[in-house]
C-alpha cells in the first residue's frame, strides 16, 4: 500500500492525494461534482415507502464545463454522471446514521480524493476521502450490474449490516483537446464508482 511520509509527528496517511495533471484527475472532478449534485437532489425529495420502479431508476446529469440550470460551472472535461436507485441510497445513508451534508463534505468538499495503489488485474482503482471515512472503488460493467441486481434484497438485509455501498455511474465525455495518453487506466473510458464507508476509518 503506498503512503505519503508522516509530517509533524502525524503517522502516514494512506494512499497519494490527487493533483490537477494526474491521469485521475478528471474522474476525481467527475466523482465529486456527480455526487454533491445527487445528494442535493435526494435529499430534497420527500421521504416515502418504495417500490420496485424506485430500485431500476436511473438519473442521468450531462455536467457541460460551463455549467447548466442544473449544474455548477466547473474546470474539467465534459461528462455525464448516472446515478443508480437515488431514494433507495438516501434512505440507506439515513438508516445507517449518515447525513447527507457530512457525506456530501467528505467526498465532494475541497480536498482531492487520495489514490491507493495501482489498479490491479481487474482495472479497479480506489480512492480514500482526506477524512478516510469513505473508500471509493471503480467497478466492471459486469460488478455493476450484480450491485444493482441485488440492490432490493441488499435494501432489506442491510439494517441488520455494518456496511454501506452505493454504487455510481461515471462517463467521462470525449470534449476536444482531451490527451488520450493521460486518460489510460483509472483516469479514462467509462467509470462506474462506489463509495463505501470504512467501518474502521484509522488515522486521517
Known sequence: MITEQATAGR?????????????AWPTMLAIKLGIA??????????IRELGLSDFMQQVKRKF????????????????????????????????????????????????????LGNPGKSGSCFY??????????????????????????????????????TPRRIRPGRSS??????ERGCGGGNRRAAPTRRVHAGTS
Open 11 to 23: 503517522p502516514p496517511r494512506l494512499g497519494r492525494q490527487l493533483y490537477e495533471g494526474h491521469h
Open 37 to 46: 449534485y445527487s445528494v442535493s437532489r435526494a435529499s430534497a425529495e420527500p
Open 64 to 115: 457541460p464545463p460551463a455549467g447548466s440550470r442544473h449544474t455548477p460551472r466547473h474546470s474539467g472535461e465534459d461528462f455525464v454522471f448516472k446515478d443508480y436507485a437515488p431514494a433507495a441510497f438516501r434512505q440507506l445513508r439515513e438508516h445507517f446514521g449518515v447525513s447527507a451534508a457530512d457525506y456530501a463534505l467528505s467526498i465532494a468538499g475541497e480536498h482531492p480524493l487520495r489514490e
Open 128 to 165: 480514500l476521502t482526506h477524512d478516510s471515512r469513505y473508500l471509493i472503488k471503480t467497478v466492471s460493467k459486469k460488478e455493476c450490474k450484480f450491485l444493482r441486481a441485488a440492490l432490493p434484497n441488499y435494501y432489506t438485509c442491510a439494517p441488520r449490516r455494518g456496511y454501506l455501498t
Open 177 to 182: 483537446g482531451s490527451a488520450a495518453p493521460a
